[in-house]
């Protein structure tokens, strides 16, 4: 079998449908459907079942509640394709041909397969524009000046969702998604860029990454900004010490720095008087904007200098309210 898709699945009865119906309208045919319930209270749990019952290629598991990272998981681990390919249940595909551009793809055995994404606001019922190509990493002649050229391009992403990636990968290096960590897939895409020694790209959008309010990505929490600075903490040393290729070592500080330059908005935006307990580990990591490689961290880079940490969050909170 050449692809598991992998929804995992939290009482999204609204989306839930239209997102694995988006599946089964692939021309490509060789695939299986996990569809991994983690303990939802609507309807979903019975969607799952009715899907399971009528298709021989959907599998429904169900399970108490453990957040994404363990529903993740356990798809993983009942997945038997060559390519997990995972997709967020509310979500969904925006070509019928896409698993059949993956398979041709896959047929040169890279261990990821890059494809872009448009965000599809909820509220108005329309789609965004994709602001990035993977043009110039698709020119670049080795697996370290491509990512390179993704982090020079902002066009590195860490999204689960964003790739399909060979299981015998994951499974060999015991990649798995940490439970209980907010920004999992972040820490994740880390390791899998880490361990992985080829790439290919689609460069088209294949995903309708869906925008609603009250969704996990759009609440902040003191959870979110520790784990966050911990994230950081743990890869910069890591790269730093462990990467031996100084082009794939740069290109991944350079990413780290784009993160750091988040990471600050992310503070900025938090009104928990506890995120002041992060603001020395936060000052202690500015040392990565110094390998900046797009415009976000540069600026920030530039900011930083001429004022300090508390002016560069007093401005990147003016920038914010301005840009929404």
Known sequence: MRFSVILPIYN???????????????TFSDYEIILVDDGSTDSSPKICDEYAQKYDFIRAIHKKNGGPADTRNEGAKAAQGEYLVYLDSDDFLLSNRFLEELNELAKGAPDLIFYKYVKFFDDVKQYG?????????MGADTYSKKIEALVKADAFYGMAWVRATRRALLEQNNIQFEVGLSGEDMDWNYSVISHSESIAFLDEPMVAYRQRSGSITNTYKFKN????????????????????????????????????????????????????????????????????????????????????????????????????
């Not at 449908?17 to 309208?25: A, G, N, P, T, W």
């Not at 524009?129 to 990493?137: E, R, T, V």
């Open 12 to 26: 999204v009865e609204n989306y839930l449908v239209e997102c694995v119906e988006s599946i089964l309208k692939q």
């Open 129 to 137: 524009k994709c602001g990035f190509s993977y043009q110039s990493a």
């Open 225 to 324: 900004l520790d784990d966050y600075v911990s994230i950081l903490e743990k890869w910069s040393k890591k790269i730093k010490e462990e990467t031996k290729d100084e082009t794939l070592k740069a290109a991944l500080l350079g990413s780290l720095a784009k993160h750091y330059s988040n990471l600050m908005v992310v503070y900025a935006r938090l009104k928990d008087k506890k995120k002041k307990e992060c603001k020395k580990r936060i000052q202690a990591l500015r040392w990565l904007l110094k390998y900046g490689m797009s415009r976000r961290p540069q600026t920030v880079a530039k900011i930083y200098r001429l004022c300090g940490f508390d002016m560069t969050i007093f401005a990147l909170k003016i920038l914010d309210r301005i840009k929404h």
